[in-house]
Each structure stands twice: as structure tokens, then as C-alpha cells.
């Protein structure tokens, strides 16, 4: 039963990517043209609002649902795996249309199709674990 | 309620994905989608091939059931919650987008000339699809995120390395979009 409250968030989640249309191949087209505010409008406020409620969180020292300290671990210091690893994902985002969480939603709306991508995704990560030692970081 | 099933401004949908990522902070988690191609690749013992995926997947279970409530919540979503409105799309890029072959942009979700299995059933199509698929696995495992741990919670979170790789997004969705698409279709 601990996981329930996980389904729900994750059916939320879902509810709000199909609406807002930020799982639409359509919309990621539109903003890598710049021809629309409709996804920048979408980041830009979840942004704003998630970075009010991290702030928030740590001025409060507010606990979580256990009674625990938050700790957000911050991200290792680096450059070249976020720009080498981000701009192979952008290829991959503005071609499918689709980032990890709207490939997942995207099969519940129908498009089965849509395994394709999840099964080379799995294996695009696999292949990541076998060379990783070997890439500059 | 009748706006619920019209399409959802952005004002409203990003505070919303911001409400989604305090709940998983609150329940003790982190908000990123990405991570559970690594959960899947360690479940299917990819512990014996590479260190990398040596972890107690198990701990990972919650993220797991995050996407089995995306897939519900995609259901919902246009089983109840829609009215069939087309996207509302730039008439520029739908222009733009018929001059490159897509015929009318908007109406569906995703593309038929990419998702549907008459495209998919061919080497061009099922090519496109394993290479975008592999590409986001890669580059998100390599670059630790992608636009939920990164583009949402890195920089709501002020983290520098998340700047840059949200950068990256960009210049490899500029490129996409802009030089590669065009040749591709």
C-alpha cells in the first residue's frame, strides 16, 4: 500500500502532460522553431513555481512525508557528460517527439508504437552502463 | 467542468507539473523519469555486464509504479478527459510541417507519418524510431537526467549542471529540428 500514493501521482502526471499537449511531437516541433510561447510557458512556470517551493522547503525546513529532513542531493560538479549526454538526448527528444516521461504516458493514450521507442531507450541506456569507463565525463 | 476537457493553458499546466514534482519531494523521492530505463536495465540482470548497473533495485520499485500511473493517467486522459480539440499549432508550422510532409499537424497527438505502423513497418520508419529511442537513453544516462530531473527539478533546484545539460537539450534539439529533420523526411 506505500506505493499507491506513487500510482496516483503518476496518473496525475500523466493527466497533465496529455492536457497541456507537452506530450504532443506537434508542440516540441513548434518550440524547437521557436514559433510558439505554449512550451516555454509550460517549463518556464513549472520552474518558477518548483524553484518557490524548493526555496520554500529549505527557508521552512519543512519534513517529508516520514518526518525526515528534505535533502535534495545536489547534481555532480561537471561539463562535458551534460552537454555531450543533453545534446545526444535533444536529438533524440526533438526526433521521437518525446522524452522519457511522455513515452511512458504516450503508450497509455493508445500508441503502441511507442514500445519501439521504450525498447531501444532501454537499450540506449544499457549501452551507456557497458562503455561508460570509457567516456570522457 | 466543461474546460477540463479542452486543452489546458500552460499557466495552469506548469504549476501543476510543479505540484507533481513537491509531492515526490515530499513523499522522500526525487522528481526524474529517466531513471527507471536504469531500474529496468538492472532488473533484467544488467548487474553481470556492468557495474553501473550494480544497485539494490528494489529501493527503486516507487519509481516503477510513477510509470505504470503515467501509463493509467494517458489513458484517462483521453479516454475521459478529452474532446477531440486539435492543437492549437502556429499556422506557420503547420505550413512549415506540410512542406516537409507531415499532412495535418494538430489533429492527432503524435504524427501518423512517424507513429503509425504503416510507417512504423518499414526500415525508414522502424530506423527513426530505434534511433530517437536509443539516443534518449543514451544521452539521459550520460548526461544523468533528462527535462523532469534536469529542465524541472535541476533548475528549480538552482544546479548548474542541469543549466548546462538543458543547454544541451537545446543544441541537439535545435540541430534536430532545424538541419536533420529536413533531410530525414
Redesign the interface.
Known sequence: MKFIKFFFVGIFFGIVLVKSEAVSWYRIYEMFKFQSFHMYGIIGSAVFIGALSIGLIKYLKIKNIEGNDIYLPPKDRGFTSYIVGGTLFGFGWALAGACPGPMYILLGTGVFSMLIVIAAAVLGTFTYGLIRTKLPH | MEF?LK??P?????????????????????FG??S???T??AM?G?AK??D??KFDWKAQ???L??????????????TF??DGSP?A??P??VS??TELGFQN??DT???PE????QH?LSFKG?S?????????????????????G?????????????L???????????????F??PL?F
Open positions: 477540463l486543452p489546458w500552460w499557466y495552469l499546466s506548469g504549476p501543476l507539473i510543479a505540484v507533481v514534482m513537491f509531492l515526490m519531494i515530499y513523499f522522500g523521492k526525487t523519469m529517466s527507471n530505463l536504469k529496468l536495465c533484467g544488467g555486464y556492468a553501473y548497473f520499485r516507487w519509481n509504479v510513477v510509470v505504470l500511473g503515467a501509463i493509467m493517467g494517458g489513458f484517462i486522459a483521453v478527459l478529452s492543437i499549432l502556429n506557420k508550422t512549415n510541417l499537424a494538430g497527438l503524435l504524427p512517424i507513429y503509425s505502423w512504423v522502424i527513426i524510431l530505434i534511433i530517437a529511442g536509443f539516443l534518449i537513453g543514451f544521452g539521459t544516462r550520460y548526461a544523468d537526467g533528462c527535462t523532469s534536469h529542465a524541472i527539478m535541476g533548475l528549480s533546484n538552482l544546479q548548474l549542471p542541469s548546462i545539460a538543458v543547454i544541451g537539450f537545446f543544441i541537439g534539439g535545435l540541430i534536430m529540428t532545424h536533420l529533420l530525414i
